[in-house]
């Protein structure tokens, strides 16, 4: 089975504008979730889709937002973009949602976003 | 205080030797923990997961459960320096249905 793929892998973008990060699941799989990562700060949720709803969401202002389509697929979206929102971001899936006892979630290799 | 803590380490073993990482969690109620392991510039990786109070092996990895004190911990048997990694714990909390890691603990494997 074809792992959880992420694209564009590397991304660089200037402060104001935004972008979109796309996200495809391991077949079968109705659950994404998509995380930031910063030295920092470490691995930050943002938000979960599953069959195409939104069922929880991290604590991230309203610049970031995501959509998943019929066929489990995601985007995010990072509208004006801050110095600070420079990350890798990570979407991963899972056959259930995080309302299941059993949640094991795979990860895909990432975007690496840089703000300039 | 944090939803999941670890020692960010780095914790340093010999070659051959056992790892033991520990990980401690505030939700009381949660009932799913799972350690993935990260090389640098890598994404996570899976590596073990557990829903029952007890030790769970796969290998050289045991995980062992412990609710009463709400602790987790990974034990890897015979290091090798491929080990080498940070390892994240996640914690799905029973609270909120989010999966919270940790901060990560890295482990270096000696030669």
């Known amino acids: 089975k074809a792992g959880v793929t992420q694209t564009p892998r590397y991304l660089i973008k200037t402060r104001g504008q935004q972008v979109t990060l796309s996200c495809s699941p391991i077949?079968?799989?109705?659950?994404v979730s998509w995380y930031q990562q910063t030295p920092g700060q470490g691995l930050q949720f943002l938000f979960e889709?599953?069959?195409?709803?939104?069922?929880n969401k991290g604590n991230f202002p309203g610049r970031f937002s995501g959509r998943q389509f019929s066929n489990s697929r995601s985007e995010m979206n990072v509208s004006t973009l801050e110095l600070g929102d420079s990350a890798l971001y990570l979407c991963?899936?899972?056959?259930?949602?995080?309302?299941?006892?059993?949640?094991?979630?795979?990860f895909g290799p990432g975007t690496r976003l840089t703000v300039t | 205080q944090k939803e999941v803590e670890q020692n960010s380490g780095p914790l340093s073993v010999p070659e051959g030797a056992i790892a033991s990482l520990n990980c401690t969690y505030s939700?009381?109620?949660?009932?799913?923990f799972f350690w993935y392991r990260q090389y640098s510039g890598k994404s996570p990786e899976l590596i073990m997961f557990?829903?029952?109070?007890g030790d769970k092996e796969d290998g050289r990895f045991t995980a062992q459960l412990n609710k009463a004190s709400q602790y987790v911990s990974l034990l890897i048997r015979d290091s090798q320096p491929s080990d080498s990694a940070t390892y994240l714990c996640?914690?799905?909390?029973?609270?909120?249905?989010?999966?919270?890691f940790g901060s990560g603990t890295r482990l270096l494997v000696r030669p």
């Open positions: 991963a899936s899972s056959s259930t949602s995080g309302g299941s006892s059993s949640y094991e979630q795979y």
């Open positions: 077949s079968g799989h109705r659950s």
């Open positions: 889709y599953f069959s195409e709803t939104q069922r």
């Open positions: 939700d009381r109620g949660s009932q799913s």
């Open positions: 557990i829903y029952s109070n």
């Open positions: 996640a914690v799905l909390m029973d609270s909120s249905y989010k999966l919270i």
